[in-house]
């Protein structure tokens, strides 16, 4: 679970009206990997359409046992536009309504986990209010 502040706009652009989420500090939990997102970082957004969000994160973790990896993480969101607005209004959505897949890549210089930068990780995402829980899966 990632926690995340009040939206930065910076407007529109001939890319889509573009925002930045501050990444706030979060948890992470598994089944081999516990720890903490580490409050810096950010949510890179681009609203593409009415319907389609680009999203690009780039934040770090800090595990346990205090090793950190740094996670750059693409995805997009999508959905009816009223419930892509609700959600830019920072209300809740039910997340069944909305389509949120990502693909993070990770790197770090610790032995134990220098194998999340050699494979491919997918995820889904719900954005509530003032959090993103993404459910994460490493691709064998």
């Not at 990444?23 to 389609?52: K, M, N, Y």
């Not at 693909?103 to 993103?132: H, Q, Y």
């Amino acid at each position: 679970e990632v926690a995340v502040g009040p939206p930065v706009d910076a407007g529109p652009t001939p890319e889509g009206r573009r925002r930045i989420i501050p990444i706030l500090g979060g948890t992470v939990t598994g089944p081999e990997l516990s720890g903490s997102v580490l409050p810096a970082g950010a949510d890179f957004q681009v609203l593409r359409s009415e319907t389609l969000t680009e999203l690009r994160a780039q934040y770090a973790i800090e595990t346990d046992d205090g090793d950190r990896i740094y996670v750059e993480n693409f995805g997009l969101r999508s959905g009816s536009a009223e419930d892509i607005a609700a959600l830019v209004r920072g209300e809740p959505v039910p997340p069944e309504r909305i389509y949120f897949r990502c693909t993070p890549r990770m790197s770090t210089t610790s032995p134990r986990w220098a194998w999340l930068g050699e494979r491919i990780i997918v995820g889904s995402g719900e954005r509530l209010p003032d959090t993103v829980r993404l459910h994460l899966y490493v691709v064998d």
